[in-house]
């Protein structure tokens, strides 16, 4: 698979990020996350806690229904 991510969402903690990876997984989707609380000097509060859903490109209509369903609006294509 080519390696060209791209940025989908943006939620505003890492734990519901995680969660959102989780079910974007089990659509067969890969899914990275990339914010402040992934660093080597996690910080978690107001909006440093901000976390970044990046998917592959290809990914991205999949992904955006999954989000549609859990009330997470995508971010607009590039």
Do not use: Q
């Not at 698979?1 to 943006?10: G, P, R, S």
């Not at 974007?24 to 107001?46: D, I, K, Q, Y």
Request: a negative charge; one cysteine or more; charged letters at 25%.
């Amino acid at each position: 698979m080519e390696d060209n991510f791209v940025c989908i969402a943006k939620v505003p903690d890492v734990n519901e990020a995680r969660v959102v990876a989780a079910r974007l997984a089990s659509e067969g989707v890969e899914t990275r996350l990339h914010g402040e609380p992934m660093g080597p000097f996690p910080m978690t509060v107001g909006r440093f806690a901000e976390t970044e859903l990046w998917v592959a490109a290809e990914n991205r209509p999949t992904a955006a229904i999954v989000l549609g369903d859990l009330g997470i609006e995508c971010l607009p294509l590039p």
